[in-house]
């Protein structure tokens, strides 16, 4: 190699950044460039940079005096190519304004120039990053190398301790700066490793300019709705010519030491970049190691600059950091992550060959489903410890008796159930690397081909052969064995496996690392692609037509479509009206609920926050019973004479204080809202109905027409047709009338409600939910129904309560939200809760009132107050009854806004907790002085929730509350769940 024409490190040593001060970087400004300003410094490694600002504080620029060890070409080299981003790439560049000239510091002649300052900020700090914020950075990378593709320019020729090309003998010399030697020892063994993975794809690796400092603390953002995008980048410092692919690399090394990153975090920068600017499979192959490597040089250097240049902060307090991003780089083998990010970019993997050959022969064999879709998951079943054993003994046991099964057989590459975990904020390890199987019978093992046998006990075999490794061990573990084993032909006897006992089975690439019987979901294509499915070496067909979990299909050679979570959102957009929308982006595929907990196809359980629906908690066995027993008995319509109904209708009435007491049944709270205008048009004879803002009362045309809220339509308020009448929605924390003057909401609805009359248009009904449940769950203002129902009941309309959200238990103190107001309405709706998700709705109002409904015919439901939708109706109330999930809403709703409460002491986007019982709102604000509403953090927050395992979604027509209404069973163990983990998003970030 000739020397470079650059600094060359390997030939000057460290370079520590030049001494300049304060006073000395202000005169510069003032002498070089005519600047009067304030020069405030800023971190670097390797130079000295200050923010320059005018006595106004207005921001005029950066300056920065480079390293005196770097050349003029070098210089200019850098201010060349960010000159020409910024003129070809639609990206902020931090280009030079003035400059460069030579001054002088303590360290020798540098060169001083003045850069463009980038308002938005870096994305540094240890905050979290959101997944679309890593993909800014991996554009940002891309756009960066697509746009330095053919820039050449003499400056360029330098060798710099940053470039990946480098990184063995890097490490090689400053390893023995690290002063830990454990850390060390590890440092030279990643380094040692990840080197010998490129070395030999070196040649194929393309080359061009590298800005070779994309990272974090280069990139800097814009803001928009309250979350950051990557939009610029500054600090050409490390421009220089070398593999294309370190500019990912470095890129997203710099995204590891964020709060809540792993390896897979780097996954939509890495995506990102490769739809900018294409990686080849060489690229794609080297990319983790350079990783590590890029973290290894990280760490070395850090310590080596931190022993020359004590002073520096800046390098001193990089590293831990530092030391972060390297234990997370090697916390997944590179290997894996390899595989991973060929399967992510569509390389794939060659499947493994496996000879023909067998382990064992067996008779008839059962597969054991321990998917989320296992029947035997049924009942909360997948959470009884050691239920796998268990299953397989009952299977066993039956085929004794029966003939039938002599073995037991897991599937490859299944998420587990059975593996997972409730309240876990980390995904837990659920995807099978190999098989689970167990016999009747004792039977021999056998070598399926011939190899080098290692054990390191009668329960742990590992056979080697033919670029395999076949692992049996009888504890489940896939432990290392120590070396050295003995050559065994086909067919050699391995050992005996007793009856009953559980063999673990694990085929895997020679060269791959050992695994673990389940590995995460994220990592799971990464690991089985270096594993094959063991199944046909114990004389089964391969564990093929399964459903797969998250994306597993390619890397199990499953056919697209064969039921991951994308493939069905596919099916779906293809025919299901897209405006039925979802809840997430990019949401998880969920087949399982129980009690408060929903089970993702992929084994990752979250804590239901959400479902007010299943107020019982999801797939209630009571439920599912009574159903069945009904279904298997009769389900018609209530025209026919049957006890069911009848007793529905008599426990319903019970619960209502008079004169509340005849039922029309029908089925969502949409079809109960309408019926209950219909019916008080007929009694009243009025044709107009006033309602309150934001709320929202169903899709059908008529309660359609009564909801205002923004959420649902934003152009609902202009839209009204001219029968309906919208008062202001009496929103006491940020409503026109706040706090203590709240009580204003009342007379101001009353007024409408009498002019109404007055021009001889008096309102049939008023309608409005009796605690505030669109707004976040905020009590309405004391007394507002009471003032309300009687001004219209003055003019001979009717009071409708409308309970479809809030009602039934849910509040806590209140089984009704009108209790909470001390009123009775006329009419009250009710539906979600009533049915636990079965579709069930009711009207409830007086005798009188129902009859009017004569005049407009008779009312008839075909399946309102069916017996099944009955008995599902009964069974919720028995069971709200027995379960005392009211008392329950309002001891672990009380706990739970306690903790919310506490939150809001320690973070300013709290900006209010709403509520009662089990539905409580947390309202989050930008400024508590101007309330303005948090709405983009607030999905970001949700998304991040997600992410964490908790449901959670806004609502609110500013879309900045979290609504908070879990099925009533929650404990406080979940509540403290939910409160913990958005502790941790807020103190995190989102
Ligand atoms: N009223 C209120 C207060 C509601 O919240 C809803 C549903 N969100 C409805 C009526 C309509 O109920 P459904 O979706 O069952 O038709």
Not at 640 to 651: K, L, M, P, Q, S
């Amino acid at each position: 190699m000739t020397a470079a024409t650059g600094v060359d490190f390997f030939r000057s040593g460290a370079l520590p950044a030049p001494v300049v001060d304060q006073a000395a970087a202000e005169r510069i400004a003032a002498a070089q460039f005519g600047l009067a300003v304030h020069a405030r410094p800023l971190g670097s490694q390797q130079d000295s940079n200050f923010l320059l600002t005018a006595s106004d504080s207005t921001v005029l620029g950066v300056l920065k005096i480079a390293n005196p060890a770097f050349s003029a070409a070098e210089i200019e080299a850098q201010d060349a190519a960010a000159g020409h981003l910024a003129a070809t790439v639609g990206l902020r560049v931090g280009t030079v304004l003035h400059g460069p000239v030579t001054v002088a510091t303590a360290s020798g002649p540098a060169a001083a120039r003045v850069l463009r300052y980038l308002p938005g900020g870096p994305l540094a700090g240890p905050g979290y990053l959101a997944p679309a914020v890593v993909a800014g950075l991996g554009t940002i990378a891309g756009e960066v190398s697509r746009g330095l593709r053919y820039f050449t320019h003499p400056g360029l020729d330098r060798v710099l301790q940053w470039d990946l090309r480098h990184a063995d003998r890097l490490v090689a010399r400053l390893a023995g700066q690290v002063r830990d030697p454990g850390l060390r020892s590890e440092v030279q063994d990643a380094a040692r490793q990840a080197w010998s993975r490129v070395q030999p794809l070196a040649a194929h690796l393309p080359r061009q300019a590298v800005h070779l400092d994309v990272t974090d603390d280069n990139v800097v953002c814009r803001t928009r709705d309250g979350l950051r995008t990557p939009d610029g980048v500054i600090d050409f410092g490390d421009l220089t010519t070398t593999w294309a692919i370190c500019e990912l690399a470095i890129a997203i090394t710099s995204v590891l030491h964020h709060a809540g990153a792993e390896p897979c975090s780097t996954v939509p920068a890495i995506r990102a970049f490769h739809q900018i600017r294409p990686l080849s499979f060489e690229e794609a192959a080297v990319l983790w190691p350079l990783v590590v490597l890029r973290a290894a040089v990280l760490v070395v250097s850090g310590e080596q600059q931190a022993a020359i240049d004590a002073g520096n902060t800046y390098v001193t307090g990089a590293l831990d950091r530092e030391r972060l991003m390297f234990t997370q780089a090697t916390s997944v083998p590179a290997d894996v992550m390899t595989a991973l990010i060929l399967d992510e970019l569509g390389f794939g993997h060659p499947p493994l060959r496996v000879p023909a050959g067998t382990i064992l022969d067996q008779a008839r064999s059962q597969t054991l489903d321990l998917s989320s879709q296992s029947d035997a998951a049924d009942g909360g079943a997948w959470l009884i410890p050691g239920l796998e054993d268990r299953l397989a003994e009952q299977v066993l046991a039956s085929g004794a008796a029966t003939g039938g099964a002599g073995a037991v057989v897991t599937r490859y590459g299944e998420a587990r159930l059975t593996a997972s975990r409730t309240l876990a904020e980390d995904s837990p390890a659920t995807v099978a690397t190999g098989v689970d199987l167990w016999l009747a019978c004792p039977a021999e093992l056998t070598a399926p081909w011939a190899g080098e046998l290692t054990s390191d006990g009668p329960d742990h075999i590992v056979l080697t052969g033919g670029g395999l490794t076949l692992t049996l061990s009888w504890s489940g573990s896939d432990r290392a064995v120590p070396g050295g084993g003995r050559p065994v032909p086909a067919k050699a006897r391995l050992g005996t496996l007793a009856g009953g006992s559980r063999l673990h089975v694990n085929l895997r690439a020679a060269t791959a690392p050992p695994m673990p019987p389940l590995v995460r979901p994220e990592y799971a294509p990464g690991w089985l692609a270096l594993a094959a499915d063991p199944a046909p070496l114990l004389g089964l067909p391969p564990t093929l037509g399964r459903p797969p979990t998250l994306g597993l299909a390619p890397a199990l050679g499953l056919a697209a479509g064969q039921g991951a979570a994308e493939d069905l959102l596919a099916r779906r957009d293809a025919s299901f009206a897209a405006v039925q929308e979802l809840y997430y982006r990019d949401p998880p595929r969920i087949e399982r609920g129980w009690r408060h907990h929903l089970a993702g196809t992929d084994g990752r359980v979250y804590l239901d926050m959400v479902n007010n629906v299943a107020v019982l908690g999801h797939a209630h066995p009571r439920i599912e019973t009574a159903v069945s027993r009904q279904l298997r008995r009769l389900n018609t319509n209530s025209r026919f004479n049957y006890a069911a109904v009848v007793e529905f209708t008599e426990r319903l009435t019970a619960r209502l204080p008079a004169p509340l007491d005849a039922v029309f049944l029908v089925n969502s709270g949409s079809e109960a809202v309408d019926l209950a205008l219909r019916l008080a048009l007929a009694a009243t004879g009025h044709k107009d109905v006033v309602a309150i803002r934001e709320a929202y009362h169903g899709w059908t045309y008529a309660t359609d027409a009564i909801s205002t809220s923004a959420a649902d339509n934003p152009n609902a308020v202009g839209t009204r047709p001219r029968w309906v009448h919208a008062v202001d929605a009496p929103n006491s924390y940020r409503g026109r009338y706040r706090g203590a003057d709240a009580y204003r909401y009342a007379p101001e609805a009353a007024q409408l409600i009498a002019a109404l009359a007055a021009a001889g248009r008096p309102a049939a009904a008023f309608v409005a939910e009796a605690f505030y449940g669109n707004a976040g769950g905020m009590a309405l203002p004391a007394g507002y129904l009471a003032e309300v129902y009687a001004e219209v009941r003055h003019h001979g309309g009717l009071a409708i309560a409308d309970e479809v959200q809030v009602g039934y238990g849910r509040l806590g103190e209140w089984f009704w939200g009108f209790e909470q107001q001390g009123v009775v309405p006329d009419i009250v709706t009710m539906a979600k809760a009533m049915g636990n998700g079965y579709p069930l709705g009711a009207v409830i109002t007086s005798r009188a009132i129902a009859e009017r409904y004569r005049d407009q015919g008779y009312f008839f439901s075909s399946t309102g107050g069916s017996p099944v939708s009955s008995v599902v109706g009964l069974t919720v109330l028995d069971v709200i009854r027995d379960e005392g999930l009211q008392a329950n809403a309002a001891r672990v709703g009380a706990h739970l806004k306690a903790r919310l409460e506490e939150l809001a002491t320690r973070h300013e986007l709290i900006g209010a907790v709403h509520g009662s019982g089990l539905y409580l709102g947390v309202e989050f604000v930008r400024d508590r002085g101007t309330l303005a509403p948090a709405t983009g953090e607030t999905w970001a927050i949700c998304d991040r929730m997600l992410e964490l395992g908790v449901i959670i979604q806004p609502t609110g027509d500013r879309m900045c509350v979290l609504k908070i209404k879990p099925p009533l069973c929650l404990d406080a163990a979940g509540a403290d769940f939910f409160a913990d983990t958005l502790d941790r998003v807020l103190t995190e970030g989102w």
